[in-house]
């Protein structure tokens, strides 16, 4: 396991570090090189403040697995904004700024799979947890054919899946673990809602909005009915 304490000191020193090249890059009328410096060295402060963070589960059996998924997920983004800073991608034909979206991308769907990963031992979470981390893995694919792509629709068609893959997975909440089946009808309306959404945005334009705005309103009624029915 990490020492924290070596963590915390690195953590300490790049900050310093950072704040003493800045003041000298102001000094002496800055330079790109001393910028680059200075955003690599907050860079991995802000990685190592993480670091803190995720390896607190290392020492647990119930949340190891997600620690090491995080801990991963933050080396690679380190390593990531290392490129976009030092515009390394240029070798491999990637542009700084297309770095810079795989880093989002990477942020926005694996601390959602961390977290489900971190909950898969619990009986009431287990298949919503399978589902998100599936979700996840979708969702960041999905993202990086977008990105060489270049389409909208296809920016649209995913970050919809998104929004309403997330509420199927919070209607899956206690599969397995209870015999109350309200979730269902949140599922339906939640693929009805995907399709209706797809479908308007091949057309590019509003028709269906009133259908896909009550069946959205079904979807927390059926979720707060299947929670009141459980406390029962």
Known sequence: MINPKILLRLMLLSLAAAAVVGAAGVLMGGT??????????????VCIALLLWATRGLGEPKTRASALLATAMIIVEFLLGLAAI????????????????????????????????????????RI??????????????????????????????????????????????GVGADHWHWRWLGVACAVACYVIVVRQIDLNGDSGT???????????????????????
Not at 32 to 45: C, N, R, S
Not at 219 to 232: D, V
């Open 32 to 45: 790109e090189v001393i910028g680059q410096t200075v955003g690599m060295l907050v860079l991995m402060a």
């Open 86 to 125: 030092w515009d390394l991608g240029r070798f491999i034909g990637v542009s700084e700024w297309s770095l810079v979206e795989i880093m989002l991308f990477l942020a926005a769907t694996g601390f959602p799979a961390c977290a489900s990963l971190r909950y898969y031992t619990h009986p009431n979470a």
């Open 128 to 173: 919503a947890c399978i589902a998100g981390m599936i979700l996840c893995s979708i969702i960041f694919l999905f993202w990086l054919i977008g990105m060489n792509r270049g389409v909208w629709q296809w920016w649209e068609y995913t970050n919809s899946l998104y929004g309403i893959g997330t509420l199927v997975v919070l209607c899956l909440i």
């Open 210 to 232: 009133q259908i896909t705005t009550s069946l959205f309103s079904v979807l927390p009624r059926a979720r707060q009915q299947q929670g009141s029915m459980t406390a029962r």
